[in-house]
């Protein structure tokens, strides 16, 4: 998902003209990213998420660069969810879809109307990466937090 969707903003910089191109150059088009990761992610858990993109970033880049295109990742950086607020989107639309799928009323304590999550999610399901899976969740609160 964070290598389809640095793609995709990659593109959608590129579409708006936010990124200078120039035929003078090697590379048409060059990018400078840092990449973000949630800090809070504990252990060996965060070191796979991170070898497991890094290595699909770098997979990717002798296609990128036969393109015309040089990705340079100048800065890696973790972070709390409080420090970067897009660490937060995944928890924002896994709850979209839950209030979205629920039987329950489970937007009674907050502001949010049920016909607002009911048009975010048809909005998320006309995105060709997205994909609401419905499967039983074992998982108690309680193994949650204190897993």
């Known amino acids: 998902m964070f290598v389809k969707s ?12 936010n990124i200078v191109r120039s035929s003078s150059r090697q590379f048409k088009i060059s990018t400078r990213e ?13 070191i796979d998420v ?34 970067e607020r897009l660490l937060m989107l995944p928890d924002y639309i896994g709850g979209i879809a839950h209030a979205a799928t629920s039987q329950a009323n489970v937007l009674a304590a907050s ?8 048009r975010q999610q ?17 998982l108690t609160l309680s193994e949650i937090l204190n897993g």
Not at 6 to 17: E, H, P, Q, R, V
Not at 111 to 118: A, G, I, L, Y
Not at 126 to 133: F, K, R, S
């Open 50 to 83: 991170f070898k497991s993109i890094w290595d699909r970033v770098n997979a990717g880049q002798p296609l990128t660069e036969k393109v015309g295109i040089k990705r340079t990742v100048e800065d890696v950086q973790l972070v709390t969810e409080q420090e």
């Open 34 to 46: 840092t990449f973000i990761f949630d800090k809070e992610i504990d252990g060996f858990d965060n």
């Open 6 to 17: 640095t793609a995709l903003a990659c593109a959608s910089a590129i579409n708006a003209g």
């Open 122 to 138: 048809l909005h998320f399901a006309q995105a060709p990466g997205y994909l609401l899976v419905r499967e039983p969740f074992s």
């Open 111 to 118: 502001q949010v109307s049920s016909e607002c999550v009911r």
